[in-house]
């Protein structure tokens, strides 16, 4: 069965640092691509980073980077020069291709998510 | 990025009455829409998948008599939660995919409903 974890309820962080947030994930399917969102208290789903299952190289976009350890199941997003605005909850998710383990293509699974709370 | 809009954003119905949420794609035809259940500081739940013209298949522990879906058209789907309760109260939100779409691709999601019974 597919399952997605986040263990860290809550992090914080002071203004300008680095932080990680941790994502392990268990499937026995060769495909599969993972997500990070993140959710602020208004409530919407903002996209943040992709990396798939096949990808050689870690995702990056911008501040965000994804430390993508294929053989250790885990989807780490860091996130540089942590900034007041970045204070929100974080959502790792999977999403399958078709039919692989039952599940529908464009379904995503999520983790259960950290709130991150950025201090000046 | 592809556009979803979904409505009302907030609402406060009383008990034993039925809320509508609607979701709409406003510049792509969104051949399959998700609809998700997020209780405070929770993870989002699935709770069915709508293919255009065709029924919605529904998660296991999601009553299809109370949470009525129907995604009739390539733009719309909605929501009907039936007879609602306070224990239905959460924020409900819905993605949408467009046919074709590669693994890559991120969902788009509406800005989600929050409902209160009362």
């Known amino acids: 069965a597919q399952k997605i974890t986040q263990t860290q309820p809550g992090m914080f962080v002071q203004e300008k640092e680095a932080v990680t947030l941790d994502c392990t994930y268990d499937?026995?399917?060769?495909?599969?691509?993972l997500f990070w969102y993140k959710q602020p208290s208004s409530g919407e789903m903002i996209f943040l980073i992709y990396?798939?299952?096949?990808?050689?190289q870690n995702a990056t976009e911008g501040r965000y980077s994804l430390n993508f350890q294929k053989a250790r199941k885990s989807a780490n997003l860091v996130i540089s020069a942590s900034q007041l605005g970045d204070s929100a909850m974080y959502f790792c998710?999977?999403?399958?291709?078709?039919?692989?383990?039952?599940?529908?293509?464009?379904?995503?699974?999520f983790g259960q998510g950290t709130i991150l709370t950025v201090h000046p | 990025g592809a556009v979803v809009s979904q409505h009302p954003s907030w609402v406060i119905c009383k008990s034993g009455t039925s809320v509508k949420i609607e979701c709409r794609s406003l510049d792509f035809q969104a051949t399959t829409m998700f609809w998700y259940r997020q209780f405070p500081k929770q993870s989002l739940m699935l709770m069915a998948t709508?293919?255009?013209?065709?029924?919605?298949?529904?998660e296991q522990g999601v009553e299809k008599d109370k949470f009525l879906i129907n995604h009739a058209s390539l733009t719309l789907s909605t929501l009907t939660v039936t007879s609602a309760h306070p224990e239905d109260s959460s924020f409900y939100i819905c993605?949408?995919?467009?046919?074709?779409?590669?693994?890559?691709?991120?969902?788009?999601f509406g800005q989600g409903t929050r409902l209160t019974v009362v």
């Open positions: 709508s293919n255009e013209g065709s029924k919605a298949t529904y």
């Open positions: 998710a999977m999403k399958f291709p078709h039919n692989a383990g039952g599940t529908s293509y464009g379904k995503l699974t």
């Open positions: 990396q798939g299952s096949y990808d050689q």
């Open positions: 499937t026995s399917d060769p495909s599969y691509g």
């Open positions: 993605s949408a995919r467009e046919g074709g779409q590669s693994m890559n691709t991120e969902a788009f």
